[in-house]
RNA sequence: GGCGGCGUGGCCGAGUGGUUGAGGCAAGGGCCUGCAAAGCCCUCUACCCGGGUUCGAUUCCCGGCGCCGCCUCCA
């Protein structure tokens, strides 16, 4: 059973199933109002993994994750450039769900808006003010953090350590607030403002309402888990727990938090630091798979740094697995080796630890490259190489990486190795290597072998 | 000011109280190959500093130095 660590208690511990066989996930999706950078590329990846991983296990998982499609960040800049907000929403997210696809990270089952749950966002609120737990001040209605008993939880800290002053760092916003640490459940539209009816005036939800809204909707009380990057901890997670405690629901039953991509000098990258990289830059200028190994590499909860030398070490390390996957293809079909398999569920299941995972698929495919070589040169019928490589394909299958480039081979290419395999033949090598100097020049990767020329992107 | 994390070889990045500290990339040598490529084998280089606990610490504790995160929009 997979052990993941929780934020709330701090421990790794079993990922319980409020039903078994199936696993209810809600992750907190992007404001739609900038494209993607590398943190988001992350998230999407750790997660990807995660529900691939229990898939693959045969695990019946239902992902939710939202879009924010309102939002200050989103009328801040249809401000700035003169536009309507649904442009940039639309285009952003757009945006977002291709670089989604091009990572190759699968589609979540529910993309609930927060543009589609206004009114119930509303009818929540205003059980919140009912009950005591909220109330009005001249621009918004405020959660009262007071009337929650554990407020602080994921936080770890109590109210009155938060407050704590010291450094040149403002604490939190007062305003009309009772307490500086309650935050904006409804906000009240000023001119021009985008805006949806309210009891208490025209306004748009505040941000930490609608995934309490969401996910209780989608996936019900107590689902299984909830996660988001580090910073999403506090205050994002921890106000949105403070809603669903208010109103006497059961909410997430475990926490997961991944770590931040950082910067050269181990800084976070964030788009107020402005030193982001954007993920779709790397995308262009890189196999696809070349992010999803990086973050196998390392693990969810470590700080990881993107750089051109370690984009370049997965680069190659991707293409020895190709270059393995295009050997392994004349390799007859068996059950996957079941040691592997278990020391990889193993791995996985110890707070999803691709990197020894990692470390065994790739000692696994040398190992299958050993003993295909060995049958090569012996025929002998115990041959193990067939369940190693289908032990390195299931792994694959659970990381959802891709092996073998994919892209097809023109007649005509393929045509052009046979000829270079008939000048080997006829022993006629000038014409060989003219052929394939030919190829590599038009950006081939050609592996002459005893059993002939194999050509791939 | 509070809470938390990190400091490992040329680079990235795991991990552990003990004869031999993953894995990837890079480097060197070898095998294979008509020659390459791919593959396989071998090799090289590391645990921030100072104390302490211990038979023994990179791993535990204390102190120091350096870096980072959250407490504010943020993956």
Same mark, same amino acid.
């Given at each position: 059973m997979l052990h993941l660590h929780d934020t709330a208690t701090r421990q790794v511990r079993e990922l319980a199933m409020r039903e078994p066989g199936k696993v209810s996930i809600y992750l907190c999706g992007p404001t739609v109002y900038a494209p993607p950078h590398l943190g988001h590329g992350r998230q999407n990846i750790v997660y990807d993994v995660l529900v691939r991983y229990l898939r693959w296990t045969g695990l019946d998982v239902r992902l939710v994750s939202n879009v924010t499609d309102i939002d200050d960040q989103i009328i801040n800049r249809a401000v700035?450039?003169?536009?309507? %907000?649904?442009?940039?929403?639309?285009?952003? !997210?757009?945006?977002?769900?291709?670089?989604?696809?091009?990572?190759?990270? =699968?589609?979540?089952?529910?993309?609930?808006?927060?543009?589609?749950?206004?009114? !119930?966002?509303?009818?929540?609120?205003?059980?919140?003010?009912?009950?005591?737990?909220?109330?009005?001040?001249?621009?918004?209605?405020?959660?009262?953090?007071?009337?929650?008993?554990?407020?602080?939880?994921?936080?770890?800290?109590?109210?009155?350590?938060?407050? =704590?002053?010291?450094?040149?760092?403002?604490?939190?916003?007062?305003?009309?607030?009772?307490?500086? =640490?309650?935050?904006?459940? %409804?906000?009240?539209?000023?001119?021009?403002?985008?805006?949806?009816?309210?009891?208490?005036?025209?306004?748009?939800?505040? %941000?930490?309402?609608?995934?309490?809204?969401?996910?209780?909707?989608?996936?019900? !009380?107590?689902?299984?888990?909830?996660?988001?990057?580090?910073?999403?901890?506090?205050?994002?997670?921890e106000n949105e727990r403070a809603q669903a405690v208010a109103l006497g629901k059961t909410f997430a039953n475990h926490w997961m938090h991944h770590a931040f991509v950082v910067d050269g000098e181990g800084e976070k990258m964030s788009k107020s630091l402005g030193n982001v990289t954007n993920l779709l830059d790397l995308l262009d200028q890189y196999d696809q798979r070349v992010y999803r190994m990086l973050m196998l590499q390392s693990h969810y909860r470590s700080p990881v740094k993107i750089g051109e030398g370690n984009v370049e070490a997965a680069v190659a390390s991707l293409a020895g697995l190709d270059s393995f996957a295009a050997r392994a293809d004349s390799v007859p079909a068996a059950d996957p080796d079941a040691e592997v398999l278990s020391a990889f569920r193993a791995a996985m299941d110890d707070d999803l630890d691709t990197p020894k995972a990692t470390a065994l698929l790739f000692d696994t495919v040398r190992r299958a490259n050993s003993a295909i070589d060995a049958d090569d040169a012996d025929d002998a019928d115990d041959a193990v190489a067939p369940s190693l490589v289908a032990a390195v394909h299931e792994i694959c299958t659970a990381f959802g990486l891709a092996l073998g480039g994919g892209d097809e081979v023109p007649e005509e290419i393929l045509a052009r190795a046979a000829a270079l395999d008939q000048a080997r033949a006829a022993k006629d090598y000038a014409v060989a290597d003219a052929l394939r100097a030919e190829l590599q020049d038009e950006g081939w990767t050609v592996e002459t072998t005893k059993s002939g020329t194999t050509v791939r992107r």
């Open positions: 700035a450039e003169d536009r309507p %907000w649904q442009d940039i929403t639309t285009k952003c !997210e757009r945006v977002w769900f291709d670089a989604q696809q091009r990572l190759g990270v =699968a589609r979540p089952d529910d993309t609930p808006h927060a543009t589609e749950y206004v009114d !119930e966002m509303v009818t929540m609120i205003g059980q919140l003010v009912d009950t005591g737990s909220a109330y009005l001040t001249d621009d918004g209605v405020y959660l009262s953090v007071e009337s929650v008993d554990d407020y602080g939880l994921l936080a770890h800290q109590s109210l009155d350590d938060m407050l =704590a002053g010291g450094g040149d760092r403002t604490v939190f916003g007062a305003d009309g607030k009772r307490h500086p =640490a309650d935050f904006v459940l %409804w906000k009240l539209a000023k001119p021009d403002e985008p805006s949806w009816p309210s009891p208490w005036g025209d306004g748009r939800p505040g %941000w930490h309402s609608e995934c309490v809204v969401m996910s209780l909707d989608l996936l019900g !009380e107590g689902f299984d888990l909830h996660c988001g990057g580090q910073d999403l901890r506090f205050p994002h997670h």
